[in-house]
């Protein structure tokens, strides 16, 4: 960053902590593109980062009257942003737990018979086979016959998120199916 863009830097964390709304909005274009790619960094998913970058937002501007040294602003939201990833990434180690869960459920419920039994047992294996967070989505979905609004309350996530995780995991399940139906 040059000086002339710290400067400018300084002036519209004075002004943002002033209340002036142009100012804020001047600070996320300057800063919000540097806090993205740290998030991308930090997550390896861009709508995630996204999701973070946009919630720390909130936090920055909500917490910005305590900041004393606008010099530190660049450090101090930086900080705020990696503790939003920090949130997302022990969200996501909870999503893995509650998948996990619900599939060793889904397998410990009366066991299938007829000749949908082995269908039964694919599809169980498949979904199995998928990131834990698209086969939790997958399993309230389908299997708890949640909507993607109960879903997305479920997993804590936005509905987009649980759009795109069945999205993801639809194309993941068709290749793996397909796949079994041919090696058969």
């Not at 047992?121 to 086979?129: D, E, K, M």
């Not at 909507?147 to 649980?162: F, H, I, K, R």
Request: hydrophobic share 45%; glycine share 4%; with cysteine.
């Amino acid at each position: 960053m040059t000086r002339k863009s710290r400067s400018l830097e300084h002036y519209l964390v004075a002004a943002a902590q002033l209340g002036e709304r142009p100012a804020m909005e001047q600070l996320v274009a300057l800063r919000g593109p540097r806090l993205q790619v740290h998030a991308t960094r930090l997550l390896g998913d861009p709508e995630e980062a996204r999701d973070a970058v946009q919630d720390a937002w909130v936090a920055i501007f909500k917490g910005l009257s305590s900041l004393q040294d606008t010099q530190a602003f660049p450090a101090w939201a930086t900080r705020i942003v990696t503790r939003r990833c920090a949130a997302v990434i022990k969200r996501k180690q909870g999503d893995r737990a509650l998948s996990a869960a619900l599939l060793a459920e889904r397998e410990d419920a009366a066991p299938e018979t007829g000749p949908d039994a082995v269908r039964a047992a694919h599809v169980r294996r498949a979904i199995a086979s998928l990131p834990p967070d698209q086969a939790a989505t997958v399993a309230l979905f389908y299997l708890d016959d949640m909507g993607v609004a109960e879903v997305s309350v479920a997993m804590d996530v936005p509905v987009g998120t649980v759009k795109r995780r069945l999205m993801l995991a639809r194309d993941k399940l068709r290749t793996t199916l397909k796949g079994e139906e041919n090696d058969q």
